[in-house]
Structure formats: C-alpha cells, structure tokens
C-alpha cells in the first residue's frame, strides 16, 4: 500500500508517494524501537547530547529540502517554512543544552548514615503524533528532548504531510542507532493502534480535542503517559496603544501567519470602544492588500489552505458568522485559480458578539473577529468564556491592567505588548480544553514527562 501526497496550491499536482505502514507492521516497530532504546538509554547522557547535535546539524545541511516538501504538501510559504526548519532547529538546540544538566535531586535523610535523593530513567519508547500544520517543527520539538532522555521515538506524520518526517527518519539512521527515530506513515487510524501498543511507555500528541481524547483512552488502556498539545481559541485584548499601528502590525500578523493554520494563532481581537472603528479599518486594509497564492513561489505572502476540507469548514464557518449578524469587513470569500488550489481571501468579521460561533468555536483558517468591549471586566469575560486556553495576548501600557490580565486570563501562555508566538526555550502549554499532562514538546518540564522518577535510600552497610 502507498500513500501519495499533493499541493494544495495545485491539487491535480502528486508530490510524493511514501510506502504505508500496516497495522502488522506495528509490532516489529516497536520491537526494533526498543532495542535501540536500550542501546541509547547505555549512552551517557552527554554523549547522547554530542550524538544529537550531529543529526540536528545533518537536518540543518538538508534544511532547504525540508522546507520545500513542507510548502509543496501542506502549502505555507516558503519563506514560512524555512522560518519553521531554522526555529525547530534552534530549539533542538537550546533542548540539547539539558543533556549535560542535573536530573535529579540530593536530599535529607531523618536516618543516620543514609543518602537519600532522587534520580530519572528514560521512559522507554515514545509515540509522537504529529498535526499536517508544522510536519517538522513539531516532530523535533517532540523527538529532541525525547532522544536526550534516552528514549526512542516513532513519530507518527500526518498523512498529507509525511515528507518531513521521513526526511527525519533516513537522516537520523546515519547517525542515531538503528530504529531510534523511526516514521509510521499510515492512515489517522494507525495512531491509536500505536497508542494502544502495549511496547509503548508514553504518548505525545499534537492536534485536534477530539482525536486527543481518542489517543489518550488508547494510551491510558495501558497505562501509557499521555501529552496532548490540543487547540485553542486565542485572544488579543486591545485595550491601549499609544502606536496603533504597530500593535496592529503585530496582531495581524499573528492571525494570519500560516494562513491561520496555527493552534496559537490570534483569532478574536477584543477591543476598547473607543479604538473599535481605527481597529477594524486598519485590520481590514492590512487584510485586502495580502492576495493568496502558490506558497512555492519566492516572494509570496500567503498560501492556500491546506486541504479541500480544510477551505470548505473556513468557508462555512463565515457563511455562518454572516447569517448570525456578524459582518465582513474584507475577506470573506474563495479565490479562484486555475490550477483549483485551496485559497482563502484573509477574512475580517467586525460585529461579532461573544455568543457566536465563530467566537467561541477553532476556525483554524484566516478569519479574525473583532469584538468589542467598554469595562476591563467585560473584556476578561469575553476572553475566557471558551473551552481552550492556550494563548492570550493583551496590548497596554497600563500596569494594573497588565496585571489583571496576567492574574486572570485562563491561558497557558501570556503574552504582553507582543504576539502570540513561542520562544525557543520556553514551555509550550495550555490550560482548560487546551492540553492534558505535562508538556511533551518544549521547556525545561519536558523532563517530567520523558523520563520516570525514583526514590534511592543509599546506606554504606546492614
């Protein structure tokens, strides 16, 4: 069986065809994983550090291959995905610093003559499951401080976007032990036969609630640890800007990079009365001077949606906010081509209302409501009567509304006088609908989830 792969700025166009995983196939995966496992948890950490600094420097050399299969199957802009190979690689990085930091903790004992503290072990074998939207960035946030721990990986792609991945994989069997890094292309359905493998000690996942709930009641079957890095319905609180338009810049940019197709991609703005009319007209021209096209092409600014199914739940989503009273300030419509790619004119909804779908609901597409607001309260209502909580952003030189909004937004990550975009180094996590276990994918906590806890009770003699 072969899964084949095709531009979403041309979809009659193959781009890749990849030999599928069977679900017979899983076995022996895992089984290889966990020879390699043992092998690599051997290596002292250090020289595991050493060992992963050769395979990011490997992927860094094949960086414009990547990006080109990122862009020809998922469709960003090449400029987006070079953004994405350069970031991922600078996050590897900075995870691969830890190699060489403590993992564990010396303590009292109340016994005289006993040591006591605490140390970790590598989990074993991890499953990585990972979204069509970042198809490398993703698998090395996961892969990375999971080889650093001593574990091994099998990284589960979407199957619209396995090139990556694959690269990944051949790459890493130059250089990591042999079934380290391993890529399981396969239908979504192949991602819960993995979790429920019993060979398998911890499951990280990256992508919708729905699946993710799936992917962990198979996970939790045996007693796997689970991550799941779901949605979000992320606002922007623009209370004061002494420079609008840099604020806007900033905002614009943050819900529309990607063409929406970003879990922390800004997709209410929440706005002063009193700013609600420049906003919407300084949002709206920004939103009309940016035409969609071929993301291979050099220069482009935005791409198509990744998929027909993809254009087609954006398109009904503002067909619904329409019908529901909100209005379309620019956007809102297809843009035909001649090769029938997937594109979507950037949308703006003015007059949304905090009881609308489209206000409450993921669109994951280039469409962004402004709603508005006239008490801080009313703002901070607004922002957190959603499901998600994954990233917030306020724009204020006030400081005790900063300080509300650092105290109150039910958010995992906050963001002030900034957009929504993640640091190297940072934990990436959410809160409410957003996330479930520790973070599987960037900060310092990935230790927690990658690696197991003991107690040792150390006395010289009986």
């Avoid at 699946?211 to 890095?229: I, P, T, Y």
């Amino acid at each position: 069986m072969s899964i084949e792969t095709r531009n979403p700025a041309s979809p009659d166009s193959v781009v890749a065809v990849y030999t599928e995983s069977r679900a017979a196939d899983i076995d022996g995966l895992v089984i290889r994983a966990q020879a390699a496992q043992r092998q690599w948890a051997a290596t002292p950490q250090p020289e595991r550090g050493r060992l992963i600094g050769l395979f990011l420097d490997a992927l860094e050399a094949r960086g414009e291959d990547i990006a080109r299969s990122i862009t020809l199957e998922m469709g960003k802009t090449l400029a987006e995905s070079r953004g994405e190979v350069a970031k991922s690689i600078a996050e590897g990085r900075m995870t691969t610093q830890r190699a060489g930091a403590a993992i564990g903790e010396l303590l009292p004992s109340q016994l005289p003559g006993v040591t006591a503290y605490s140390t970790r072990r590598p989990r074993g074998v991890v499953v990585g499951i990972n979204p069509w939207n970042f198809p490398f960035g993703t698998p090395v946030r996961k892969s990375i401080p999971a080889l650093v721990y001593g574990n091994a990986i099998l990284l589960k792609p979407a199957s619209q976007t396995p090139g990556a991945v694959q690269l990944m994989a051949d790459i890493a069997a130059g250089i990591l032990p042999e079934g380290l890094v391993q890529a399981v292309i396969g239908p979504g359905s192949m991602a819960e036969t993995l979790c429920e493998h019993s060979g398998v000690h911890a499951v990280t996942f990256t992508g919708s609630v729905a699946v993710g709930k799936r992917v962990a009641a198979a996970a939790v079957s045996h007693l796997a640890e689970v991550s799941l890095e779901l949605g979000g319905k992320n606002p922007v609180i623009l209370n004061d800007a002494s420079r609008l338009d840099v604020a806007l810049d900033q905002i614009f940019t943050a819900a529309f990079a990607l063409c929406g197709q970003r879990c922390t991609a800004i997709s209410r703005i929440i706005v002063h009365r009193d700013l609600l009319r420049q906003t919407v007209e300084g949002l709206a021209k920004r939103a009309m001077a940016i035409v969609p096209s071929d993301g291979s092409v050099e220069g482009a600014r935005m791409g198509p949606l990744a998929s027909q199914r993809q254009l087609d739940d954006v398109d009904a989503f503002v067909s619904r906010a329409r019908e529901a009273g909100a209005t379309v300030a620019a956007g809102g419509q297809r843009l035909d081509s001649p090769e029938g790619g997937y594109f979507y004119l950037p949308t703006v909804l003015s007059d949304v209302t905090p009881d609308m779908e489209v206000a409450r609901e993921e669109v994951f597409g280039p469409v962004l409501s402004v709603l508005s607001y006239d008490t801080l309260d009313q703002a901070l209502q607004i922002a957190n009567d959603v499901a998600y909580g994954l990233t917030s952003c306020l724009y204020s030189e006030l400081a005790p509304v900063i300080e509300r909004f650092l105290a109150e937004s039910e958010s995992g990550m906050l963001h002030v006088n900034a957009g929504s975009f993640p640091e190297n180094h940072v934990p990436f996590v959410g809160i409410k609908d957003s996330a479930l276990g520790v973070g599987g994918s960037n900060g310092p906590s990935t230790i927690q989830f990658y690696t197991t806890e003991h107690a040792v009770y150390r006395k010289g003699q009986a």
